[in-house]
């Protein structure tokens, strides 16, 4: 119900409907996420507000995950080779996030850096392929669990692991929670951050 009003941009009622799913169930994700990601749309939510609102996913889903999940960084610590670089994202398609964010990868410095996608989503189109060229290993982790994705992120050996979703539709918070590398960024999502302490 409160993703049928948010469509039709009775943006305050969605939000009264997702905090009546979370006075029944605290925990339901989808109640969670979509509260954050449409507070964006609401007058009413100050800064304060939003980060509240990313407190309690990570309080209701985040710290679970992030629990017993101490994972150890072997990165190479060779301060002349190239840093590995992680880009996680559900919009490497074509989105106005998509080209937002393109001439990073456009401008990226392959002297410095080597450039891994990991791709969450099952569209592909033309600009899917464009950021296919600009990267130097492509991974489609669309089909793939939580446990297989922070595995494949260790064994890769990524540097800095950046997320491009924020709380949108198709982010992998979860495995950002359990610090698959050891250090990680969020950019180009919610201005308000995530609200995950391991990002």
Do not use: M
Not at 139 to 163: A, E, G, H, K
């Amino acid at each position: 119900l409160g993703q049928c009003h948010a469509y039709q941009a009775n943006i305050e009622y969605a939000i009264a409907c997702f905090d009546k799913a979370l006075s029944i169930d605290p925990e339901c994700e989808d109640a969670l996420a979509n509260r954050i990601f449409w507070l964006d749309f609401s007058a009413k939510a100050d800064v304060a507000f939003h980060q509240a609102a990313r407190a309690q996913w990570w309080r209701a889903i985040g710290s679970k995950e992030a629990q017993g999940a101490a994972l150890l960084h072997p990165n190479d610590r060779d301060p002349d080779r190239r840093l590995v670089v992680g880009y996680v994202s559900a919009e490497f398609k074509r989105r106005s996030a998509a080209f937002s964010y393109r001439p990073v990868f456009e401008n990226c410095d392959k002297v410095q850096f080597e450039v891994v996608c990991y791709s969450n989503s099952t569209t592909r189109d033309e600009v899917t392929e464009t950021f296919r060229r600009f990267a130097d290993r492509w991974c489609d982790i669309s089909q793939w669990s939580d446990d297989q994705v922070v595995d494949r992120i260790q064994r890769d050996r990524i540097d800095i692991l950046i997320d491009l979703s924020g709380h949108s539709e198709n982010n992998r918070l979860r495995v950002f929670a359990r610090k698959p590398a050891p250090i990680q960024v969020s950019a180009w999502g919610h201005a308000a951050g995530t609200g995950l302490p391991t990002i």
